[in-house]
């Protein structure tokens, strides 16, 4: 895995929670979490590794006062939950069966997928997948044409969005233009009825959260990028959602803004245990950011896996082609593949014909390597060179050190580790 990945997964690995349950009932203390199967930073499943000031926050918004007020659209009682931005533990969300259709297009197809409490799962694919469509309909917003949508075993199929209590977070923010930075926060407050004094002071607590202190008489107009990701996200925490539902949050930033509120909204979301449901396009979003990554084709989930299950083992060639893995036919016999890239050991491998998974860390330049190409290009990337390599196979992008970079034109071979290989049915 690209060693960028690795070190913004690692950071929130070790503020994880040794008690949190996944919906397969594991244990994460039980499991490695760490990107190449490696034990957990230090520090993993302690209390001490969260951010203290989220804790103490965290601690004032579950306080009784927050339980005593009324929340729903009526002025009923608050919600089991209520006053942890987060949500109290519980069954989580459950959807089973869910197609979404435009007319004659199923734009959503009998998608099965859990979310366990305190769990952010990504869904991951390319535009047009269904990803967003199946985040909207789970908000309330497309409507289901066959499927269940339940949270702690309640079907929320015919409850309008505002009665399913979700915080939504899109692309654009959608703040208020004509209110200032408190205003936006606390609209969804004086919506569910919050007494003025209370939503006040919990306007005050999340935009601290968000780290937005002081900010509230600021016009949204006159807010940088990454300030006003802070406000949306801080709207949506603020009433306190069971599940929070982002639809590429940061899609609408500068690559180096994004890439640094990437990691600050992994750890905000460790923090308070938040149950989120996150769509996005871009791996490293995914793969940074979820527990668990759901990737979808044409309407349907075709893998669901930690992200390192996802990344050491594409189930699908779909899936390694989305990753930017190779996949290359061979011939599986007596306990080896064989194609024009060569033979490698495949042991366990039925006799037949395969597709073999060539993975980014599979491949290495080696100049006695049977498989001859030429450098067709080179792309520096800081801490390492991309050297396109044109084989028989087609173009193979091989990771190499700055200092060891071949140039354009050059003739190079290519190894490829067979641990490093996943072979799938033809």
């Known amino acids: 895995m690209p060693a960028g990945w690795r070190r913004a997964r690692d950071g929130r690995v070790a503020r994880r929670r040794a008690v949190r349950l996944s919906p397969a009932g594991r244990r994460r203390a039980d499991r490695p979490t760490g990107v190449d199967g490696a034990p957990t930073a230090a520090g993993a499943g302690s209390v001490e590794g969260r951010d203290p000031r989220n804790r103490a926050i965290r601690s004032n918004l579950a306080g009784p006062r927050w339980a005593d007020r009324p929340t729903g659209v009526d002025g009923g009682p608050a919600p089991d939950g209520a006053g942890q931005v987060g949500g109290r533990p519980g069954g989580g969300l459950e959807v089973s069966g869910l197609t979404v259709r435009f007319g004659p297009l199923a734009a959503v197809r009998e998608v099965d997928l859990a979310v366990g409490p305190g769990e952010v799962v990504c869904l991951l694919g390319p535009s047009g997948c269904g990803k967003s469509t199946l985040l909207r309909a789970v908000a309330g917003l497309e409507s289901a044409a066959a499927g269940s949508i339940r949270w702690d075993g309640a079907d929320l199929v015919a409850h309008p969005p505002h009665q399913r209590r979700f915080g939504l977070m899109f692309q654009d923010f959608a703040l208020f233009p004509h209110l200032d930075v408190a205003a936006n926060v606390g609209f969804g407050l004086r919506m569910q009825g919050w007494p003025d004094g209370e939503a006040a002071r919990r306007v005050t607590q999340v935009l601290e959260l968000v780290g937005m202190s002081g900010a509230g008489s600021r016009a949204v107009g006159k807010l940088s990028g990454g300030e006003q990701q802070r406000v949306a996200l801080a709207r949506a925490l603020a009433p306190a959602p069971r599940l929070l539902l982002l639809d590429e949050p940061l899609g609408a930033l500068d690559r180096t803004l994004r890439e640094r509120l990437l990691v600050e909204l992994a750890a905000l979301l460790d923090d308070l245990g938040t149950t989120a449901l996150h769509v996005t396009h871009d791996q490293e979003e995914a793969f940074t950011i979820g527990d668990r990554v759901a990737v979808m084709e044409a309407g349907r989930i075709v893998q669901v896996g930690t992200p390192a299950e996802v990344w050491r083992a594409p189930a699908t060639p779909f899936v390694a082609r ?44 080696d100049p006695v390597a049977p498989l001859a190409g030429t450098v067709a290009a080179t792309s520096f990337r800081g801490d390492r060179v991309v050297a ?37 049915p033809a």
Request: hydrophobic share 55%; proline share 5%.
């Open 388 to 424: 396109r390599v044109r084989t028989v196979l087609g173009d193979l992008d091989v990771q190499v050190e700055p200092s060891l970079a071949p140039a354009a034109g050059d003739a190079v071979g290519v190894s490829i580790d067979p641990r490093r290989v996943v072979v799938l």
């Open 322 to 365: 989305f990753l930017g893995f190779h996949v290359a036919d061979a011939v599986a016999r007596g306990g080896a593949v064989t194609g024009r890239f060569g033979a490698l050991r495949a042991p366990g491998v039925a006799d037949g014909a395969v597709l073999v998974v060539l993975r980014t860390d599979a491949l290495a330049l």
